[in-house]
């Protein structure tokens, strides 16, 4: 397979970080270019302050109906990290691996089914723009669209050995702000509630919440508070993060946040919590694994599996029940910085490899004019 790697240099060029709006919509008129001309019909779905959500719709036809997800965003600011280079072995810049990579890896499988099949069936591709900033607006689209599909492939990084990922962890984050009394700390301290105190408090109780035998984390990842060594801090501030691998551990530690909250107050200071669940737990299901399944028969080969403790798009996907399975991008790594990178060879095994899934499954059986053994 000789892929041409100039039209992903253009895309990876294309700055789409999750707050810059017109980037984002840039780039997402770069993908319409592409992928219309299949034969797709799109569904935009215009947002004010972020890029537009993109759904692009195939034919009907009578084998099973597939979901591809991916997203539109990255994390680097325009004009810090936008170059694109290439050697023998891999290709370098923003996205290369999370994930325009991954989404270029499905436009040259359905380029192929096109070309296999003259008509694509059965295939739609829900591309959004807000991944990256933890999806808060698209999570209920995706939730919506999900659920109507027998199957979503979702094309974040593939694994060092092409493992496919099969669970994550769920996440919820949360901003805190604790309000007590100020006061002079040299005349007036028995006048003060310190906010501080009370955080600090918060801080080592939220900790103890962390059991990693189960995989479960609370991280107070920032803390602010007061104004001088000399006054009691009236206000404080904690951004904590909980993440865990099941729906057990997910109320455990939701609960025991919200409790250590509520507990604090009677040292007389007043809390206000913003935030909670952000994504579920993706757990393997047996609707999932009937999948992998079906997926190692038709690539005549078991394709490696992995959980991971980072949360993407296929945890929102799996929580509607439909069978989901994420990585089936490229192998790539330093993504998130600016040594992001991914490997040639990975773009060609994940594109054979999706081409045969997607004829068998997408496709009456008598379409499917030849048998795909080992990939």
Same mark, same amino acid.
């Given at each position: 397979? %000789? ?11 294309? %700055? ?106 059965? #295939? ?53 702000? #604790? ?38 984390? #609370? ?157």
């Amino acid at each position: 397979m %000789n892929l041409d790697y100039a039209e992903l240099a253009e895309l990876i060029r294309c %700055n789409s970080h999750s707050k810059n709006k017109t980037g984002v919509d840039r780039h997402g008129e770069q993908m319409i270019a592409l992928i219309e001309p299949m034969g797709f019909s799109l569904t935009r779905y215009q947002r004010e302050h972020i890029g537009d959500h993109l759904f692009f719709r195939s034919a009907r036809g009578s084998g099973k109906r597939i979901l591809l997800l991916g997203h539109l965003d990255t994390v680097f600011p325009d004009g810090t990290f936008t170059e694109f280079q290439e050697d023998d072995t891999y290709v370098y810049g923003p996205g290369v691996c999370d994930m325009k990579g991954g989404n270029w890896v499905a436009l040259n499988v359905l380029r192929n089914l096109k070309s296999q099949f003259g008509q694509l069936e059965n #295939v739609d591709w829900l591309l959004v723009s807000d991944e990256e900033i933890g999806s808060d607006d698209s999570q209920s689209l995706t939730q919506k669209i999900a659920k109507h599909y027998d199957a979503c492939f979702v094309f974040e990084a593939a694994g060092k050995d092409h493992e496919l990922v099969v669970a994550r962890k769920g996440i919820a984050t949360y901003h805190i702000t #604790v309000t007590g009394k100020p006061a002079h700390a040299g005349n007036h301290y028995r006048d003060g509630i310190d906010a501080n105190f009370a955080m600090a408090n918060m801080l080592i109780e939220m900790t103890s919440l962390t059991d990693l035998k189960k995989g479960s984390t #609370v991280n107070v990842g920032k803390v602010q508070g007061g104004i001088g060594a000399n006054t009691i801090s009236g206000k404080a501030t904690l951004q904590v993060e909980a993440r865990f691998t099941n729906q057990a551990e997910q109320l455990r530690l939701l609960e025991g946040i919200e409790n250590i909250c509520m507990a604090i107050e009677i040292t007389g200071v007043t809390v206000d919590i913003q935030g909670g669940l952000q994504r579920t737990v993706m757990a393997p299901t047996e609707a999932q694994q009937t999948l992998l399944r079906s997926i190692n028969e038709i690539l005549g080969q078991s394709l490696p599996v992995e959980h991971r403790g980072g949360v993407s798009d296929a945890n929102t996907a799996a929580s509607t029940g439909t069978a989901t399975l994420d990585g089936f991008g490229p192998y790539g790594d330093g993504d998130h910085t600016m040594n992001e990178r991914a490997l040639k060879s990975s773009f060609e095994l994940r594109i054979q490899q999706m081409t045969a899934i997607l004829s068998h499954l997408c496709y009456r059986p008598q379409q499917v004019k030849h048998t795909v053994g080992h990939v």
